[in-house]
């Protein structure tokens, strides 16, 4: 296993993608500790020279922040902070969302403007290589002052508080640090509060969730291709011209990705009684395409927030300052991950009416895609299922960055609501996963009603490695497994 050096740079999607994909293990680069000790040495001395209040290192937090604490209570006020922030409700978080908020956490504190002591991040480090994941909850965060209580949660093992998955088994932390050879940390001054204060949870999710994302916008055009095929559509919609006159990036990308993956297909190029197809297969370039745009967004969006720093206050050692502000404030994340839900909905809404036509009966095709119909139902109920998941996204679509409700006596009076935001677009994204694979799996079936004739090499190379894992069918079965081995499929089958 090769080892990534995190450093003052920031990462950038596809690296931090691969990084976790690749279950690399991480290290603090030279440049990343001399930063972090320099912070963290001139907090002290600066604590060490005045009495002068810093918000969260020598005051209470949140609406507490007039109340001075003395210097003798200081290591007691960041445990405290860790302990009464542990509030976290629910389901715990998938296991790649706790790995991606350990790496981002690191990461964050690495830029050096958390006077966090290197030897605390260097825990972090150490548990994300020996895949020593807290027990983080879904419920807790409103996204303003961070994502405080998933990231207390986070930040318990430290002190040997708190459980952690460890070689796949739940157990106490302190049973975990004891199994490693770790003895529980003290917290220094500010060190309690920089682990909690910022926007891991939320972007942790948003990274995932985009980097999924554009692999599902490419899907989506696969397997409306193949689909295309399947219900006997035409080409024209996909020349250049036309979107040359409507100049969307996206759109152009789809329509070009659809005439690739076409190219040599009989089925494409064969006479057609019809003139005009669906606005489901005729308008794919506008639909994916502008989800395609969407996303690019968000990626943006995700891309600046790997490169930022969100804890409070923000610490410049080199100009004397340390300021409380607002970078932990979630609004830029809760904005985007409710554009990418709505993007990603409606690839999963065009992807269920395709499938709906592909049963229908026309052009060719037998109802419900099977050769008996009557006798056997086909793929009627798939399209049910497709169907529901569809209303469900509609539903969860109503954006959570237009919600906020006070909290912490009214000091904290505007909250962005940016992880109720990355929940749902969790579900979001995983449904419409499921939708393609149902598209996939009824596309697949038309395509055999119309042999001899054949897709493009492309096309049929895909279905061929498909049938490996689905076959065709012939009279009724349990749908479900031929459904939840299309939804295998599409998780490992490799995409351009």
């Known amino acids: 296993m090769t080892t990534h050096p995190i450093g003052t740079i920031g990462l950038d999607l596809a690296e931090l993608g691969h990084i976790l994909s690749a279950r690399k293990s991480i290290a603090l680069s030279p440049t990343a500790k001399d930063a972090m000790r320099q912070s963290h040495a001139y907090l002290r001395d600066r604590l060490k020279q005045s009495d002068a209040p ?7 937090f949140g609406a507490l922040y007039d109340r001075s604490i003395g210097k003798e209570q200081l290591a007691q006020l960041q445990k405290n902070l860790v302990m009464s922030h542990a509030c976290g409700s629910g389901e715990p978080v998938p296991a790649e969302i706790v790995r991606a908020m350990l790496l981002l956490k690191v990461q964050n504190m690495a830029f ?23 027990v983080v909850y879904e419920r807790g965060s409103l996204g303003a002052s961070g994502d405080l209580a998933p990231l207390a949660h986070l930040s318990l093992p430290l002190l040997g508080l708190g459980e952690v998955v460890l070689e796949g088994k739940r157990m106490k932390s302190a049973a975990a640090l004891k199994k490693l050879g770790w003895k529980p940390l003290e917290l220094g001054p500010k060190e309690g509060l920089a682990l909690l204060n910022g926007t891991q949870f939320m972007n942790a999710y948003a990274a995932l969730l985009t980097l999924k994302a554009n692999r599902l916008a490419q899907l989506a055009d696969i397997i409306a291709a193949i689909s295309l095929d399947g219900f006997d559509g035409r080409t024209e919609p996909f020349h250049a011209s036309v979107h040359a006159v409507r100049p969307h990036p996206g759109q152009a990308v789809v329509a070009g990705h659809m005439r690739s993956l076409l190219k040599g297909s009989k089925l494409a190029t064969r006479s057609k009684v019809h003139v005009q197809d669906p606005y489901s297969f005729r308008c794919i370039p506008q639909v994916h395409g502008a989800s395609r745009d969407a996303i690019a967004y968000v990626e943006r969006v995700v891309e600046r927030e790997l490169e930022s720093v969100t804890d409070n206050p923000t610490v410049f050692d080199d100009e004397d300052l340390v300021i409380s502000a607002g970078n932990f404030h979630g609004q830029p994340l809760a904005l985007a991950l409710d554009f990418l839900a709505i993007a990603v909905a409606e690839l999963g809404s065009i992807s269920e009416r395709r499938s709906y036509k592909l ?9 419900f895609l099977v050769a008996d119909p009557g006798l056997n139902s086909g793929f009627m109920i798939p399209q049910y299922t497709a169907a529901s998941l569809v209303s469900a996204n509609k539903q969860r679509c109503m954006p959570n960055s237009v919600d906020t409700i006070d909290s912490s006596n009214g000091q904290e009076d505007h909250v962005s609501m940016g992880a109720a935001a990355a929940l749902k677009t969790w579900q979001v994204v995983h449904d419409v996963e499921r939708i393609l ?58 995409v351009e």
């Open 54 to 60: 810093i918000y969260g290192v020598n005051t209470g």
């Open 112 to 134: 050096g403007h958390s006077a966090v002591a290197p030897a605390t991040v260097q825990r972090l480090v150490d548990m994300y290589n020996a895949d020593m994941l807290p």
């Open 359 to 367: 049963i229908s009966g026309q052009r060719g095709l037998p109802a």
């Open 437 to 494: 694979a149902i598209e996939l799996f009824s596309a697949a079936q038309a395509l055999e009603f119309r042999r001899p004739l054949r897709s493009s090499v492309r096309l049929e190379s895909f279905v061929a490695a498909f049938r490996e894992r689905v076959p065709f069918i012939q009279q009724d079965v349990v749908m479900h497994e031929p459904m939840e081995a299309a939804l295998d499929f599409l998780r490992v089958v490799e």
